[in-house]
């Protein structure tokens, strides 16, 4: 079972700049591979795989330490693998007669994340205060909102808290908001099932969140209803800028943190262990 764990960075002004460095770095791999790519099947009438690909990248990054060079080589890869990914999409779509589309190049908005095998480029590490910190390769070590443990065996704190065989295997640097979050994803044994007193069957739904076996109902909280007066001004502010001003831009970002918010707050609440242990604990205190 691979669940992922979201924690928020928090970089200096430095750091924020060198990872969008590797951002724009890793964009700018993406597209000469998907350029190649072209090139080739349009020359040769061959198609290109990730084992192709990597010799001739890493042959690139090695001679550009200042510019590819910063990215880590598994970063490398899994970009190039990303790719291989968008182009098996491509030809399953195509074959099953969907719309294809074609894998496209990525613009500087279009790109906000960078992949990393754990241990390899990246590390999650405690100071001696057992403040969380995220090591980058040619970033360094990065605040984090370590806001729940993970269940990792090789990490202090909460040791009593790990599973059995607990591992993290993949790491996501992502952007969205100008604000920086790292996904960890763990590798854990699929638990137990748990049996309690009494099964209950869920349904979940639009009308009602939650509806129980037992007839109880659970009402949906309407996230996005709290923030619609403001979004509806921000949608009617962005659309009077003019297309690609910078004011414009900053109206766009305002209407995606408005977007975000209940977002949020609807994955906290139903996705997370943590809304599913405050519905486990509502329930047990009704039976």
Not at 27 to 52: F, H, M, P, W
Not at 72 to 91: C, E, H, I, P
Request: some cysteine.
């Amino acid at each position: 079972m691979i669940r992922t764990y979201k924690y928020r960075l928090y970089p200096t002004n430095a750091q924020a700049r060198q990872l969008d460095c590797l951002l724009w770095q890793g964009r700018t791999l993406y597209n000469a591979a998907l350029e190649q790519r072209i090139t080739t099947y349009q020359e040769t009438g061959k198609s290109l795989k990730y084992v192709d690909q990597w010799p001739h990248f890493r042959d690139l990054r090695n001679a550009n330490p200042d510019t590819l060079g910063q990215l880590n080589a598994t970063s490398v890869q899994q970009m190039l693998r990303r790719l291989d990914k968008a182009f098996a999409a491509f030809f399953r779509r195509l074959k099953q007669g969907e719309k294809p589309g074609f894998p496209r190049f990525k613009g500087r908005h279009r790109f906000n994340s960078l992949e990393y095998r754990y241990g390899d480029g990246c590390k999650l590490r405690f100071d001696d205060t057992e403040r969380a910190l995220f090591y980058v390769q040619n970033v360094g070590e990065i605040k984090v909102k370590y806001h729940r443990p993970l269940p990792h065996r090789g990490l202090r704190p909460h040791r009593d808290l790990w599973p059995e065989g607990a591992e993290i295997k993949h790491v996501i640097l992502k952007r969205g908001n100008r604000k920086w979050y790292v996904c960890l994803q763990v590798e854990l044994a699929a638990p137990p099932p748990h049996r309690g007193p009494r099964p209950v069957g869920v349904d979940v739904g639009l009308l009602r969140l939650l509806t129980l076996s037992d007839g109880t109902q659970i009402d949906n909280p309407r996230w996005l209803r709290g923030s619609l007066a403001a979004l509806r001004v921000a949608q009617r502010r962005l659309s009077r800028r003019v297309k690609g001003s910078q004011r414009r831009r900053k109206a766009a970002e305002q209407v995606a943190r408005l977007n975000t918010s209940p977002t949020s707050a609807a994955t906290s609440g139903t996705s997370s262990p943590a809304g599913w242990w405050t519905l486990t604990v509502w329930w047990q205190s009704k039976t």
